[in-house]
């Protein structure tokens, strides 16, 4: 990856929907070589896709919060049930595995605080190999959908 492989990427971050045209006028490339590195791009995995970004509160979700998860075993058949699961609980839009306590991090949205109750009492307290869940609600964001650094 070149100088000119990173501005393609910042310039796509901005703004997914640039022609093939607009991003080469903006990387100052001629269409085709643009249009080959957009590919070669994508082939190798540096874009994983295109995607609207849509504002949870304009689509009734009101309410995020933090969820920690720490489980009773690290297993390799518990770890994968648990992950499974989450990937299955629509609710979480983000949710990582960690190094130390706790082992997990969801992030969770929810219409309101009785939604999310009702979804963590379900849904995720119910999870496998569930030890503790500890959870904590976003005040707002203050970096969001940031892009990458060049």
Partial sequence: MDDLDRKIL???Q???RLTITELAARVKLSVSPCHRRLRDLERTGAIRGYRAVVDPAAVGLDFEALVFATLRWE???TVAAFEQA???VPHVVQAQRLF???DYLLRVVAADL???QQLYDQQLATLPGVQR???TIVMKHV???RTLPE
């Fill in 10 to 12: 910042a310039e796509l």
């Fill in 14 to 16: 901005l703004d997914g």
């Fill in 75 to 77: 297993d390799r058949d």
């Fill in 86 to 88: 989450v990937a299955a």
């Fill in 100 to 102: 130390g306590e706790p």
């Fill in 114 to 116: 009785a939604a999310f």
């Fill in 133 to 135: 869940l500890n959870s």
């Fill in 143 to 145: 970096v969001n959908d």
